[in-house]
C-alpha cells in the first residue's frame, strides 16, 4: 500500500521574517480602551440631553438656555473626542494588521489570498472595507494556526463576532449620526439622542470584541513563533 507524501509548506519568501505584534497589540488594546471611555462620555452626553428636552418637551420644566447650551457642548465634545479616539486607535490597528499579515507570509504563504500591502489598503475602498479586510483576516488566522493545512478553524467565530458586530456599529452609528444633526425641534433632538446613545453601546461592544481579536490572533502568532523556535524581531 503506498500513502500520499504530506503537504510541505513552501518557502517564505527571501528575505522575510517574523516580528512581533506583541507590543502594537498592548497599544492597539489601550486605545481601544480609550475609545471605550469615550464611547461611555458619549453615553453620559446623550442621557443628559434627554433628561433635559424631556422636562422641555413635556412641559413640566421651563426652557433653560444655560443647561440647553451645555447639553449641547457635552454631545458635540464628546462627538470630537470619539472622532480622535477612532482616528489613533484605528491608525495603530492598520499597523498591527499588517505586522500579522506580513507573519502570516513567513508561517504558509500560500494560504493568503491578497498581498501584504492589501492589510491596509483594503480598509480605505468605500463598501469594499466592510468585508475584504474580514477576508484577510481569515487567511492570517488559518496562517497563525499551528497546523495551516487541517485543524479546527480557531478564532473563526471571534473574528465573526467582532466583524458582524463592527459592520452593525458602523453602519448604525452613521445613521445615528446623521439624523441627529438632522434634527431640528426638541422632541427630534431627544429621540435622535436615543439613537446615538445606542450607537455608542454598539461601538462598545465592538471595541471589546476587537481587543479580543487582537489578543487572540497575536498569541496564536507568538506561540507558533515560538514553537517553532523563531525569535521574531522587534
Do not use: C
Not at 499551528?146 to 466583524?163: I, M, S, V
Not at 439624523?179 to 431640528?184: E, I, L
Amino acid at each position: 500500500m503506498t500513502y500520499a507524501p504530506a503537504p510541505v509548506p513552501p518557502a517564505a519568501a527571501p528575505g522575510r521574517a517574523l516580528r512581533s505584534p506583541v507590543g502594537l497589540s498592548y497599544a492597539v488594546t489601550v486605545l481601544l480602551g480609550v475609545v471605550v471611555v469615550v464611547d461611555l462620555l458619549i453615553i453620559a452626553a446623550s442621557l443628559n440631553m434627554r433628561s433635559f428636552l424631556s422636562g422641555v418637551t413635556s412641559g413640566t420644566a421651563d426652557f433653560d438656555e444655560d443647561a440647553a447650551s451645555r447639553a449641547d457642548y457635552a454631545m458635540a465634545g464628546s462627538s470630537v473626542l470619539y472622532v480622535a479616539a477612532v482616528v489613533a486607535a484605528g491608525t495603530l490597528f492598520i499597523v498591527w494588521f499588517h505586522r500579522v499579515r506580513q507573519n502570516a507570509e513567513v508561517f504558509a504563504p500560500d494560504t493568503q489570498r491578497r498581498t501584504p500591502g492589501w492589510a491596509i489598503g483594503a480598509w480605505f475602498i468605500p463598501i469594499a472595507n466592510l468585508w475584504i479586510p474580514r477576508g484577510i483576516a481569515a487567511d492570517v488566522l488559518r496562517a497563525s494556526r499551528t497546523d495551516p493545512y487541517g485543524g479546527e478553524a480557531k478564532g473563526r467565530g471571534l473574528l465573526n463576532a467582532w466583524w458582524g458586530v463592527w459592520v452593525w456599529s458602523t453602519v448604525f452609528d452613521r445613521y445615528a449620526s446623521r439624523t441627529y444633526d438632522k434634527a431640528q425641534d426638541a422632541e427630534a433632538i431627544h429621540d435622535a439622542a436615543a439613537l446615538v446613545l445606542a450607537g455608542a453601546g454598539f461601538d462598545i461592544v465592538a471595541a471589546v470584541l476587537a481587543v479580543l481579536f487582537v489578543r487572540r490572533l497575536t498569541s496564536m502568532q507568538h506561540a507558533k513563533a515560538v514553537a517553532g523556535r523563531t525569535v521574531p524581531s522587534a
